[in-house]
């Protein structure tokens, strides 16, 4: 079972250019969600989803896209990169109990991106 | 909106101490709440939760937190550090029937030989 799985694990960018993570989770969650992790800040929550076909945005959402076009799969997507989103990114799913979620969330490794 | 508060950036223990990282969080509803580990290099990994029930919640490895609604607190302690306990420590809460979880910005915990 391999849980919640990140591609790629590491990039580095060139400021303007764009690229895509590729989350993917074997569990049948229902919800899926996108963090950032900085030095000193947590993790800040950038987008998330609660079924194939729609996404929120959460915290930190600007310069970021994302989509959710089949259940297991969630696209987190820079269209023009910037210096400041050099981050670790980790995305996340969890399934509901008693019709909401249970906030118990399971994570992938990390992506690691580097914008110069 | 909820938030998190850890006060604590870095706690440093000698190994066999106990040791307790502190939490506290505000929310306008009823929340669930949890801590998570993360080692070097890794993902994040449950620790323990609290839904509903005994405010006392075991988790893995030792760790026991106890849920205080009064003060709004969630420590997590363990009674007997050991060396691979040594890694980052992140509350967090999860509002009722929502589906977004706020995390604290995380403790070192550095447990010395």
């Known amino acids: 079972n391999a849980g919640v799985t990140q591609t790629p694990k590491f990039r580095v960018l060139k400021t303007g250019q764009s690229m895509t993570l590729l989350c993917a989770q074997d569990m049948n969650h229902e919800y899926m969600y996108w963090y950032r992790q900085d030095p000193g800040m947590g993790l800040r929550l950038i987008h998330y989803?609660?079924?194939?076909?729609?996404?929120a945005k959460g915290e930190v959402p600007d310069g970021y896209n994302v989509s959710r076009l089949k259940k297991q799969n969630f696209l987190l997507g820079l269209e023009s990169a910037a210096p400041s989103q050099t981050s670790v990114y980790f995305c996340?799913?969890?399934?509901?109990?008693?019709?909401?979620?249970?906030?118990?969330?399971?994570f992938g490794e990390g992506s690691r991106l580097t914008v110069l | 909106a909820q938030s998190v508060t850890q006060l604590d950036s870095q706690v440093p223990v000698f190994e066999e101490a106990p040791v307790e990282l502190r939490c506290n969080y505000s929310s306008s509803v009823s929340v669930y709440l949890f801590w998570y580990v993360q080692y070097p290099n890794q993902g994040l990994q449950l620790l323990l939760k609290?839904?509903?029930?005994?405010?006392l919640v075991k988790g893995i490895n030792g760790f026991e937190a106890e849920f205080n609604k009064s003060q709004t607190s969630f420590p997590l302690r363990k009674p007997s550090v050991h060396i691979s306990d040594t890694a980052e420590y992140f509350c967090?809460?999860?509002?009722?029937?929502?589906?977004?979880?706020?995390f604290g910005t995380g403790t070192k915990l550095q447990v010395i030989p």
């Open positions: 967090a809460v999860g509002p009722r029937g929502y589906q977004k979880v706020t």
């Open positions: 996340a799913s969890s399934y509901p109990i008693a019709g909401g979620p249970t906030g118990e969330l399971f």
């Open positions: 609290y839904l509903s029930g005994s405010t």
């Open positions: 989803s609660v079924g194939e076909g729609t996404t």
